[in-house]
């Protein structure tokens, strides 16, 4: 399988399409195990602070683009508002083994996660558990040591240095939420004893905590820069009002939400369980709100509330009220119907 390839100058993310996604976490637990087999003392070289450490950083990225497999490549499926959003951040989808696929984005995130960690630090507290970079070790079983953090640092350009940020925070997001719609429908079966609830539970609970930091991860640079950063996401590069709503893993994850209650999966789960996932899902949706916050949208509108705001003639609502507002309706979606 390619797991990264060249595009543009930057480090294009092959992900599989969201519907062809596994039903469970194993499958790509799996792959990832193998994946990382005669490869372990490099990912932990190239994930350390070690003077070796780009050196293993470069290899381990250009054999993840070698591996050979069949995935076809996938330039243009619809919706058209989703290959614009992932053309801007750099994403490029497959077929074949979907489970390869992700496993295979799994490791590449952290490559290009840890590489732009050590150019140019980061602004964010500490992260004990490592939620950001700790999702192989979640997945495998394992405990890879990975180098902390330095405070945030402008050797090179600032304007750079945000703009990468947000470009690698943001796919690191997307592995996340495939890995939430996977675990979202392991959630989803009649015959699961307690104790296989609880752990589905669990790891659905943890994801939600590691993709909540990767959101404030891909907004982890001073907000002065983020006009710099706002102003690229505008025509011609993509489409007017332009939003993480086009995000195609986003759509199939709140797909799975509505089919979780809708289809009864929601009230086959014990009463403590839903109440977790719907409190790891608010965990989610609180880190959305704070990237809003932190960069003017508690009065600020994002793009597309202020272009629809523009179109009626009306006054936008801000990021944040539009954030909560989302929140609100997508935790609809995860509210057992007999207290909905």
């Known amino acids: 399988m390619t797991y990264v390839a060249g595009l543009d100058g930057l480090t294009a ?71 614009v959003h992932d053309a801007f951040f750099a994403v490029r989808r497959g077929l074949g083994d979907s489970a390869a696929l992700l496993a295979g984005a799994i490791l590449a995130s952290d490559v290009l996660a840890q590489e732009d960690l050590a150019s140019s630090g980061s602004t964010l507290e500490p992260d004990p558990d490592n939620l950001l970079l700790g999702v192989t070790g979640f997945l495998t079983g394992t405990l890879p040591q990975v180098a902390k953090s330095a405070p945030w640092q402008a050797d090179h350009d600032p304007v750079d240095a945000a703009n990468q940020r947000w470009l690698v925070g943001h796919q690191r997001f997307f592995v996340m939420l495939q890995l939430l719609t996977v675990a979202l429908r392991g959630l989803d079966r009649e015959e699961a004893t307690a104790e296989q609830e609880r752990e589905a539970v669990r790891s659905f609970a943890w994801l939600c905590r590691s993709a909540a930091v990767s959101m404030r991860y891909a907004a982890d640079f001073p907000p002065e820069w983020y006009p710099r950063v706002r102003e690229t996401m505008a025509p011609p590069a993509v489409n007017a009002g332009f939003s993480g709503l086009q995000t195609r893993d986003h759509l199939e994850l709140v797909a799975w939400m509505r089919r979780l209650k809708r289809g009864g999966g929601l009230a086959r789960l014990a009463p403590a369980s839903s109440t977790a996932v719907h409190a790891a899902v608010q965990h989610l949706y609180e880190a959305h709100v704070w990237v809003c916050d932190r960069f003017g949208g508690a009065v600020e509108p994002s793009l597309l509330m202020a272009q629809a705001a523009d179109a009626a003639g009306e006054r936008a609502e801000s990021g944040v009220a539009a954030a909560q507002r989302l929140a609100r309706q997508r935790l609809g979606l995860l509210t057992p119907p007999s207290t909905a």
């Open 13 to 83: 993310l092959v992900l599989p399409l969201p519907a062809e996604l596994p039903g469970t976490l194993g499958p790509v637990a799996d792959r990832l195990t193998d994946l990382m087999e005669g490869r372990r003392a490099l990912y932990d070289t190239a994930m350390s602070a070690d003077p070796d450490a780009p050196a293993a950083r470069a290899e381990l990225l250009a054999r993840l683009a070698g591996d050979a497999g069949d995935a076809v490549r996938v330039d243009a499926e619809p919706p058209a508002g989703s290959c």
